[in-house]
């Protein structure tokens, strides 16, 4: 070992001790696992319904959960043959007879209905799927998940800690998840990375050479091409990119910070400082100091699930940039928050532009249209100024919305922002400017405002 | 003749009388003409001195001068094999003995020396060319001339007063004359459009159709492909565009101008009302109405001819655009204008930009210049903030120079514009803004103004 690994070492333990579960922890874990498998394969025969089996999958059954996280999934498999209508119905009676135990639960939707529950303390997903012969002939996206669980419990071998370390960094500095707010990297993705390159030093230090294109093909079967920044090939699905979900900006991140953690490790990698919210007067500073202008559109926030909300604010966000490009304001950053509000934050160069817009016409030779554009705009009331420049007229004309809020007000329904959104924003939103954005008091949307400061990378 | 045409041909027939010279304006003409060849002639041969023969060439000439023109155009020409310093020399000799009895002179230079008089209240030039035998084995660029006098001579018909008429519509409208400072229509290229149309009628109903690439080719003999919008192919040389000099936007011009003729015929055309010079209440009314931020840089118009002049103004305009753009501002309209002191007028949306600059950095994968970026700009000064979009480095800076008076104070001798000019500017020169444009007092300065103005076309 040398010199230069020391430090890291010693910060990795400290993590591990803080993450790994206690024999206690494991003990009681696999107490209400044991339980629930029982419950569920004792019901199914009661009601006289063919399940193939129940299984525990996910990281509480890869040994590869972080402590304190109390997640179980329970996934009970039914026949191939068996339809989707008998799969739906059967797997929600099965589930809610277990769930007449439970704390509280309720019936969620995903492609297929299941049972979400709390059970002695665990937050216990119940999914029913088929039981289908390989990875990449499911009949449903869960189907899928078995064959990862196995793959993973065959090769993780002793790497449990270097997953739990890879897992904890991601999540310590933001890129854990590929859900779609997330879009960063999956459980089962940093498994994959561990049992590929041994362990977590050794992620770490070649991902600091990654480059977009990188190909990881844990069993070199890989048959598609991926565009993603970064492909992962499914082991248990040749055709699968484990890594679809990562984003360039993740990607990139992570890049970033394995070779922050080497250069300096340290705990806040894995542990950081929770940041505290903005107060008014930074808030108001931020603002003042750029100069730049800042519009927050605020509406409530529609029930949606998040994997439907995220992809709607971000459709929102774009399609908002757009249409205040096509009245000439330039926007230099934006971004968007969720909570019981939600709110979509521009900062433009500036939020007013002057009367006048220069309005291109069409070549002088274009006869038809170049004389209806001139009998437009000769003398009209909107025109200053109309001339010919590169064979073309141009009417310097009067600014229809001289300020990005008019644009807003005018404008904003038309954007393109999802169904539910769109009726959200349609019922009620506030337009805020500057340091009107201080009226928005809720704490971790300050935190979110933090993005427009000094400290944005750790 | 329809009853569309009258209004026209009575407009025509009035123009005619204004600026068809009399017959004794024409006499007198010739009178002076034969004057001066003779002199020239009979000084050659008493400095045994062996010239071709004196003659006039340009509209004199070719009956095709307008009422009050007093320009007479001598060419002395030169054996094929004299020699260039000969030619110079003996021109030059010829010229000055003549000149003796001038009422003022002056030794001019272009490709060659030539002598420049006032002669019995004529504007004479005197002007050596070698006799050679086609127009497209010339020595020198006036050497074409008197082949064009053949041309023309010959085939002008009785088509003199359609030239008048062509050419007082151009010179009314702004679009005739071929120097640098108006790339328009040439007297030659006027010339050649009456003889290929046959009449001003027909030229101008015949312009409303042009597109750029049209092609007049008398003789078609043409040899050359020509990137210019207009091509007409010079008669005595088929290489030659004689539309050379005629830039995209006179061509367009015209083409307007004709339609609106032809639309609403009136006198105007031929001889419009004096634009009346801008007061201050009306340049601070159009400044102020539009919202926008004009620049003006004024500087003491260096000696030079105006061939030279207008193109290191136009080189200093787009140099001066192309600075301001470089550094954020974005430039609505630009001009310039020259007298005592010459003026780049710049328009622009605003004159003054937030503190914050977005400045793009390299992708994070290129190792060396993504740290190299981060480590410059991380907790610096004028760092706001440092984020990654795109995979790329961002940071948000501070901006050097946030106002265009700036830019131009620190960058504006940079600034390619031409060796004569730069040096003027860099001798001195004043940055005005907004209002301070009334200190510029130059009355023909306040009728450029105008082009900022509602009837910026006739």
Redesign the interface.
């Known amino acids: 070992m040398t010199a230069a690994d020391k430090p890291g070492e010693d910060i990795q333990k400290e993590v591990l001790k803080k993450i790994k579960p206690s024999d206690e922890e494991k003990r009681k874990l696999f107490m209400v696992v044991d339980e629930l498998l029982e419950k569920a394969t004792d019901t199914a025969r009661k009601m006289d319904i063919d399940i193939g089996r129940a299984m525990l999958v996910g990281s509480a059954a890869r040994g590869t959960w972080i402590s304190g996280t109390h997640d179980l999934d329970i996934f009970i498999s039914f026949p191939e043959e068996t339809s989707r209508e008998e799969l739906e119905e059967s797997g929600l009676l099965i589930s809610r007879e277990i769930a007449k135990d439970a704390e509280a639960f309720e019936e969620r939707y995903a492609e297929h209905p299941y049972l979400n529950m709390r059970y002695r303390g665990f937050d216990v997903d119940l999914v029913p799927c088929f039981a289908v012969n390989s990875a990449s002939c499911i009949k449903s996206a869960v189907d899928r998940t078995p064959f990862h669980n196995s793959f993973v419990k065959e090769h993780i071998d002793e790497l449990q800690d270097e997953v739990l370390l890879l897992k904890q960094l991601m999540k310590g500095t933001g890129v854990y998840g590929s859900e779609l707010r997330t879009q960063g990297f999956s459980g089962y993705l940093a498994e994959l990375l561990i049992i590929h390159y041994g362990s977590f030093k050794d992620v770490v230090s070649d991902a600091?050479?990654?480059?977009?294109g990188m190909v990881i093909d844990l069993l070199g079967h890989g048959t598609a091409k991926h565009e993603e920044?970064l492909v992962v090939v499914d082991p248990t699905d040749p055709g699968r990119n484990v890594a679809a979900a990562l984003s360039?900006?993740k990607?990139?991140?992570f890049?970033?910070i394995c070779?922050s953690y080497l250069d300096r490790p340290s705990l806040e990698f894995f542990f950081p400082k929770p940041q505290k919210p903005l107060n008014d007067d930074e808030i108001s500073g931020?603002i003042e100091?750029?100069?730049?202008?800042f519009l927050a559109i605020v509406f409530k926030t529609p029930d949606l699930v998040e994997d439907v909300l995220y992809p709607q604010l971000d459709k929102m966000e774009i399609s908002v940039k757009a249409l205040l490009e096509q009245y000439?304001f330039t926007v230099?950053?934006s971004g968007t928050w969720s909570g019981e509000d939600s709110v979509v934050v521009i900062e433009l160069?500036?939020s007013a532009?002057?009367?006048?817009k220069?309005h291109h016409g069409p070549?002088?030779?274009v006869?038809d249209h170049?004389?209806g554009f001139?009998s437009k705009y000769?003398?009209a009331d909107e025109?200053?100024?109309?001339?010919?420049?590169?064979?073309?007229y141009v009417a310097?004309i009067r600014r229809k919305f001289?300020t990005a809020r008019e644009v807003l007000e005018n404008r904003l329904t038309d954007c393109s922002m999802g169904k539910q959104l769109s009726k959200a924003v349609k019922k009620e939103h506030m337009i805020l400017e500057n340091k009107q954005l201080c009226n928005i008091r809720d704490a971790d949307f300050r935190v979110f405002m933090r993005?427009?400061?000094?400290?944005?990378?750790p």
Chains 1, 2 share one sequence.
Not at 383 to 392: K, Q, S, W
Not at 451 to 457: A, C, E, V, Y
């Open positions: 600091c050479e990654w480059k977009p920044p360039v900006d990607f990139a991140r890049i970033e070779r931020i100091e750029r100069g730049s202008s000439e230099i950053n160069l500036s532009l002057p009367l006048v220069k070549p002088i030779w006869r170049s004389q001139r000769e003398g025109t200053f100024a109309l001339y010919i420049e590169d064979g073309r310097d001289p993005k427009w400061q000094k400290n944005g990378i």
